[in-house]
């Protein structure tokens, strides 16, 4: 009989040997921040008159992202690249990130948004080359074509100490309520805003400013087609009022699909609906779900040219109402209504003038990706803030934001299925935390991957891919 424990017998361990390296796959993550121009125009953003510090402040900055991206958590796990300096070169130390976060105010932040723009409008160049085209947003087994879509949702980052602007959620815990905004067509993170743990849902000034700051992050050429999608809870009349101006503007389409509330009026239009009008639900292949389970329909005539008039005078007049129903799963929070009619309604808003109920419902769904990103978010940083004070972690939020950016880029550019739809975790255990060898020929340094590792092959190209990546022309 074989013994399962043999393998450790004649084990022996001991510190020897040199130019090993851990995690040589974030030098995949550094190389993309460099060839992008991001670290170079970084340090533009936060160079000062008259100082010149030993470590360049976009250097550190980069490095924080990059740090962030490979998993680390707190400003001390920079030395996973500190003590690789095989590999990396110098690096700073804990208290010159420190400093360098704390250097990074209201002003420097616009800055370094001004540079994540610059650079963004060069990547999109190289994903649309790479691509042929910026990837489509994907709803019901179609895709949007070149609609660029910015999907916005609001989350909470629990705090377990006393930070500066914790405080009391709507969910009874403790902590801060950042609003969000992500691309659905790439991933990346657009806009990030650390508020209060007591900030509203549905608070109109914050969207519309996490608003301005996405489509500013978006290449002029590609704002001319968008789609913006919020959920019930921060859906907001000056929020909609504001993107029906976006969308009066001569040569550019700003369409809305946002939550909306089930209310008086929209119960009676639904009580008022004949059965025979609802239609099938499209699932995520674009087939019709069963009618006895699920169904469709537009409220908008009822609502506008129903029994009681118009009951939408306060709403822009290209606003549609469009309903979902659906049987109840076991423990779904039900209304009174919903109880007694043995339905669960799903309400959306939408500005777009063509298109089916069906279709608009579906488009409206994938909404619940954001939710995916803002959990690989709180993987990449976001979830743990590790300073008490507020502009420490801001600059902490911000290095975080760019490095969901470099993971988005390495996806885009460096990988291929299935890779290339990988999360962050499984990212981490196959290529970024890979083990290799430093060696030098011809005066040269090169990566030498263990031939035994499973994604041997798929971590070489990807570095020769981000090696090979063209800068920009201005940079």
């Not at 962030?68 to 996973?80: N, Q």
């Not at 769904?365 to 979830?383: F, M, N």
Request: hydrophobic content about 40%; aromatic content about 6%.
């Amino acid at each position: 009989m074989v013994d399962a424990t043999s393998w450790s017998k004649d084990l022996a361990v001991e510190i020897a040997g040199h130019d090993v390296i851990n995690h040589a796959g974030a030098a995949a993550l550094r190389i993309i921040a460099d060839r992008t121009g991001l670290t170079s125009r970084l340090s533009r953003a936060l160079a000062r008159r008259g100082f010149v510090p030993v470590h360049d402040r976009g250097r550190v900055l980069s490095d924080a992202a990059v740090l962030i991206a490979d998993g680390g958590r707190v400003l001390s796990d920079l030395a996973m690249l500190r003590d690789q300096a095989e590999l990396f070169g110098p690096v700073a130390s804990d208290p010159t990130l420190w400093r360098a976060l704390n250097e990074i105010g209201q002003m420097q932040r616009g800055r370094i948004a001004r540079a994540r723009a610059a650079t963004r409008e060069h990547v999109w160049s190289l994903i649309a080359a790479r691509h042929g085209r910026i990837p489509p947003s994907r709803v019901a087994d179609t895709d949007l074509g070149k609609t660029i879509v910015i999907r916005m949702d609001a989350s909470l980052v629990i705090a377990h100490s006393d930070k500066q602007l914790a405080g009391g959620t709507y969910k009874g815990t403790w902590g801060h309520h950042p609003l969000e905004a992500w691309c659905d067509n790439t991933g990346e993170s657009l806009a990030f805003v650390l508020r209060p743990g007591s900030a509203g849902s549905n608070t109109t000034a914050d969207h519309l400013a996490v608003l301005e700051q996405a489509i500013t992050q978006i290449p002029s050429r590609y704002r001319r087609d968008l789609l913006i999608t919020v959920d019930g809870a921060g859906a907001s009349h000056g929020l909609v009022e504001h993107l029906t101006m976006l969308n009066a503007r001569p040569g550019y389409r700003v369409h809305y699909s946002i939550g909306w509330e089930l209310g008086a009026r929209e119960r009676a239009a639904i009580a008022s609906t004949p059965e025979s009008a609802w239609g099938a639900v499209l699932d995520s292949q674009g087939q019709p779900r069963a009618l006895d389970e699920t169904g469709v329909v537009e409220l908008t005539a009822l609502l506008r040219h129903g029994p009681h008039g118009d009951q939408l005078t306060n709403w822009p007049a290209d606003l549609r109402i469009i309903c979902r129903r659906e049987k109840p799963h076991p423990g779904a929070q039900l209304s009174l209504f919903e109880h007694a009619d043995g339905w669960r309604y799903q309400l959306q808003a939408t500005n777009t003038p063509r298109g089916s109920a069906q279709f608009l419902e579906a488009r409206h769904r994938p909404h619940a990706r954001v939710e995916d990103r803002i959990r690989c978010s709180k993987q990449t940083g976001l979830g743990h803030l590790p300073s008490h004070m507020i502009e420490i972690n801001r600059a902490w939020c911000l290095a975080a934001t760019i490095a969901c950016d470099l993971l988005c880029w390495l996806r885009l550019l460096c990988l291929d299925a299935p890779l290339a739809n990988a999360e962050p975790k499984t990212l981490r255990y196959q290529l970024l935390h890979t083990a290799a060898r430093i060696i030098r020929g011809q005066r040269k340094p090169k990566i030498r991957i263990p031939a035994t590792w499973p994604w041997a092959q798929q971590l070489a190209n990807c570095l020769l891919n981000a090696l090979a990546l063209p800068p920009p022309p201005a940079c």
